[in-house]
């Protein structure tokens, strides 16, 4: 199956060519930035699913200072994490932990 990729104009997302989010090799298919530069947030999709393997996070966020704000782990558009690892978590600006959520397979398990 050959799946073409089309960037848009706005230089922050890539569609295929039935408008669904993906984008091949790792690459995350949806990302903002602050006026000032820094990367806002990123999302990485597979089929128009939220999706990313290998441990790391299918949407993350940022402050605009720089500090991580969220990370979420997805499987095909689930939040999903094993290994008694959270599949969601947030970070206060000033880098403290702000919360963690644990899911498998979409179901909330702790």
């Known amino acids: 199956m050959i799946i073409l990729q089309f960037k848009t104009t ?4 890539w569609k295929t060519e039935n408008n ?3 984008r091949l090799n790792s690459k995350p298919a949806w990302q ?4 000032n530069g820094q990367k806002r947030s990123e999302q990485y999709y597979e089929n128009n699913r939220l999706h990313r393997l290998h441990g790391k996070p299918a949407r993350q966020g940022w402050y605009e200072s720089g500090q991580k704000s969220y990370e979420e782990y997805y499987e095909h558009n ?10 969601y978590q ?3 600006e000033n880098g403290q932990k702000r919360y963690e959520l644990y ?3 979409g179901e909330f398990i702790k």
Do not use: C, D, F, I
């Open 10 to 13: 706005n230089n922050s997302s």
């Open 20 to 22: 669904r989010l993906h």
């Open 32 to 35: 903002v930035w602050y006026q």
């Open 78 to 87: 689930l939040l999903h994490r094993l290994n008694g690892k959270p599949a």
């Open 90 to 92: 947030a970070w206060y």
């Open 103 to 105: 899911y498998e397979h």
